[in-house]
């Protein structure tokens, strides 16, 4: 008998071979009942690397909705590493900040064309150096505008920290020129370092481009809260949606597959229904990758289980 996750895996590993996706949901898209479903990804880190890899990665899980690292998009536009950024040595860095500074932009454009063809939207573009403390106002222009090629509304950084808000404040408004200038919000991203009223701090009051990304399973690992509480009361703030499902503290703060940690995913899901919430909620696949498996499947099973969650 065939369980439950063998089935989801092996329409996984169709879609991985290039044959037609589960469920239909490579050509419907990844949209259920209004609400996106999309992949950071930083996923996909366990995969090989190499010039649209990523690409076919995404539509192999079955989405057409993603948050783009930026070392993934700059690498389909001709950037010299083929590294992981945590994998770089400062030498490979310098290389890439070079070619930053001399890469035509019609490179993004191409890579554009490249992601429209295959139905692939890249909503947020992830420079997480974006208001470094070295950062010129040249090498922050130079997101904003590959972000506007790219189409994303917005671009994400990690929160900077709650709290000491007031040294970053110098930053802030340097970069919040550009995101008015080019209408394109900066969400912030938690780890483990927010609460319920972190931003009832001066963060978003900055800049009304000022928005958040909430990473839900970060925010139970982190908090005993309920976190539906935090997106009821930020919904108007929230760009779009880490999901994940992480234990409590109590319960060790593990990262489990989707539908056996503490995260509330179907309580969520559930509330954005309800209350016609419709920012994206992408996949960040940070649990253990069962043997025989990889990160194009447990992504894809990821997918399934959110779109179960929404459809019924």
């Given at each position: ?7 989801l895996?092996?329409g996984?590993?169709?879609a991985?071979?290039?044959c037609?996706?589960p469920?239909?949901?490579?050509s ?105 403390a ?32 007031a ?106 229904k ?30 399934i289980?959110c ?6």
């Amino acid at each position: 008998m065939v369980n439950r996750r063998t089935f989801l895996l092996q329409g996984a590993a169709l879609a991985a071979s290039g044959c037609a996706c589960p469920f239909g949901s490579c050509s419907a898209g990844s949209i259920y009942k209004g609400i996106p479903i999309g992949v950071i990804t930083y996923s996909y880190r366990t995969m090989p690397v190499g010039i649209y890899k990523t690409l076919g990665y995404v539509k192999a899980s079955g989405l057409t909705e993603m948050e783009l690292m930026s070392n993934d998009l700059e690498l389909d536009a001709g950037a010299p590493v083929n590294k992981l950024p945590w994998k770089m040595t400062k030498e490979e860095k310098a290389q890439v900040e070079a070619w930053r500074k001399t890469v035509d932009l019609k490179n993004f454009e191409a890579v554009r064309e490249k992601y429209d063809a295959a139905g692939v939207k890249a909503h947020i573009v992830k420079f997480g150096s974006i208001g470094g403390a070295n950062q010129t106002d040249d090498d922050i222009e130079y997101c904003f505008k590959v972000a506007k090629i790219m189409g994303a509304g917005a671009i994400t950084r990690e929160v900077p920290d709650p709290k000491n808000f007031a040294a970053w404040e110098p930053m802030a408004r340097r970069i919040a020129k550009f995101a008015e200038k080019y209408d394109i919000a900066v969400a912030f991203h938690n780890h483990l370092q927010i609460n319920a009223t972190t931003y009832d701090g001066p963060l978003l009051d900055w800049s009304p481009k000022f928005m958040i990304n909430f990473d839900i399973g970060h925010y139970v690992a982190a908090n005993d809260d309920d976190p539906l509480a935090f997106v009821k009361k930020y919904h108007d703030r929230i760009y779009s949606m880490h999901v994940k499902d992480r234990t409590s503290t109590a319960h060790g703060r593990k990262n489990l597959a989707f539908g056996t940690g503490d995260t509330p995913l179907t309580g969520l899901f559930d509330l954005m229904k309800k209350e016609g919430y419709r920012f994206p909620c992408d996949i960040e696949l940070e649990y253990e990758i069962p043997a025989g498996s990889n990160a194009v499947r447990e992504v894809d099973v990821s997918r399934i289980y959110c779109k179960k969650a929404i459809v019924g």
